[in-house]
């Protein structure tokens, strides 16, 4: 049972365009959300997240939306760059335990 | 501080052998995690430490695998008698538990092979 989907594989933009990232769970207990973003031969590295009794953080050209109705959370990027173009994998939590139920990633590609 | 640390980057052994993975995390954190990575998929928790107490196991860590980390500083990860479907992308993260969540720091990664 995959409880985090990122149903997107793959993503290609061009520089100084939007890029939206995508991500559904199906678990109503989780509390906290968090995207990241992973280069090859490196691990993951933080970038973002959102608690539940949130539906927007913002920080700098990174915004995450989280529409818990549809059990739904988005990233968007903007503008994008060729240093973006990296796996994202969103990930999702619930209580104090911390650990966290990742989705498979979607590769995005950021075109100059 | 140089984030967290693992070692080896690389392991490649023969079915049935046993491995040992280090890591190092940041010196503050006191909370310690292991995650696998297989091909095209996101990382699958193991087990994780609050400074040197095991707090939860996944289903995931079969009776072959076993992790410790004494004096709550360093923690190592030993997989007995090796399969084939053991081969995959060891993550270690680390995190400073303030009772706000944050995101944890991972390391690189231990690459497991096993032939």
């Known amino acids: ?112 | 501080d140089t984030g967290v640390s693992q070692n080896p980057r690389h392991k490649i052994t023969k079915r049935g052998q046993n491995v040992t993975f280090r890591c190092d995390p940041i010196s503050e954190h006191n909370r310690l995690y292991w995650y696998r990575q297989t091909l095209g998929q996101g990382p699958e928790f193991l087990t994780y430490f609050q400074n040197e107490a095991q707090l939860e196991k996944s289903r995931l860590l079969s009776d072959r695998f076993s992790a410790e980390r004494p004096k709550g500083s360093f923690s190592t990860l030993e997989i007995q008698r090796t399969e084939q479907g053991d081969s995959a992308m060891y993550l270690c993260a680390s995190s400073l538990e303030l009772g706000g969540h944050y995101g944890y720091t991972f390391g690189s990664g231990t690459r497991l092979t096993v032939v």
């Open chain 1, 1 to 112: 049972d995959q409880q985090v989907k990122q149903n997107s594989p793959s993503l290609s933009v061009q520089e100084g365009r939007i890029s939206i990232l995508n991500c559904d769970y199906t678990n109503s207990m989780f509390d906290y959300f968090l995207w990241y973003k992973k280069y090859p031969a490196e691990g993951p590295t933080f970038l973002i997240s959102i608690s539940s009794i949130k539906d927007k953080n913002e920080d700098g050209r990174f915004t995450v939306f989280l529409n818990k109705s549809a059990k739904h959370l988005s990233l968007h990027i903007v503008p994008s760059q060729p240093g973006d173009s990296a796996v994202y994998f969103c990930a999702a939590s619930r209580g104090s335990a911390r650990q966290l139920t990742f989705g498979s990633g979607t590769q995005l590609t950021v075109l100059p």
